[in-house]
């Protein structure tokens, strides 16, 4: 089964200064694709990245880069120089190779200060 | 539109009533992924779409909910006597292929008093 892990419930970073958000998952599927998401106070959401299990180098998307860590079965999130248009709530997701669905861990609030 | 648009935003309606949410995706994209998300959660999977069949409904959480494409394109999910437990925002997404990011709608919340 599935799983999708974030254990912090809310980060705080200075303006401008690089954050790491977590995310752990569990599956037996060899093969699938893990995606970082931003929700917004208005609701929608926003695909960030995305990492194949059989990438070989870590993805990176302007300011988004993520560590692929496959032997931990991690893919956290870094975003360089936050900005105060960073604050929002990520998620991470899942899905596996032989499904069609994406499991969302349960978010984490990033919040910048200034 | 450019991006997946849901209308209504927002849905209040009594317990045991009937509603509609609409998705309208973006133009080209074959897949539709209805998803809902209660406050405080991530997103859950609730049905996909490839084409105008139904591929999988596997997320569906009773028969009251049912889903319709009828021309590959809009989207209808439907729901039967509802219950305040059912109240959430209902996200649409759609994508080109399956391994890249889906696209999301703004959603439509609905509350059920």
């Known amino acids: 089964a599935q799983k999708i892990t974030q254990t912090q419930p809310g980060m705080f970073v200075q303006e401008k200064e690089a954050v790491t958000l977590d995310c752990t998952y569990d599956?037996?599927?060899?093969?699938?694709?893990l995606f970082w998401y931003k929700q917004p106070s208005s609701g929608e959401m926003i695909f960030l990245i995305y990492?194949?299990?059989?990438?070989?180098q870590n993805a990176t998307e302007g300011r988004y880069s993520l560590n692929f860590q496959k032997a931990r079965k991690s893919a956290n999130l870094v975003i360089s120089a936050s900005q105060l248009g960073d604050s929002a709530m990520y998620f991470c997701?899942?899905?596996?190779?032989?499904?069609?669905?994406?499991?969302f861990g349960g978010g984490t609030r990033l919040m910048v200060k200034p | 539109g450019a991006g997946v648009s849901q209308t209504p935003s927002n849905k209040v309606t009594e317990k045991g009533k009937y509603v509609e949410l609409r998705c309208d995706p973006i133009s080209g994209h074959t897949a539709l992924y209805w998803y809902r998300q209660s406050l405080g959660q991530g997103p859950e999977f609730l049905i996909y779409f490839q084409g105008t069949g139904a591929a999988d409904d596997s997320g569906l959480p009773n028969d009251r909910f049912f889903a319709v494409r009828p021309e590959g394109s809009v989207s209808t999910l439907k729901i039967q006597r509802t219950e305040r437990g059912d109240s959430a925002v209902y996200l649409c997404?759609?994508?080109?292929?399956?391994?890249?990011?889906?696209?999301f709608g703004q959603g439509t919340r609905l509350t059920v008093v």
């Open positions: 599956t037996s599927d060899p093969s699938y694709g």
């Open positions: 990492q194949g299990s059989y990438d070989q």
């Open positions: 997701a899942m899905r596996e190779n032989a499904g069609n669905m994406l499991t």
């Open positions: 997404a759609s994508s080109l292929y399956r391994d890249r990011g889906a696209f």
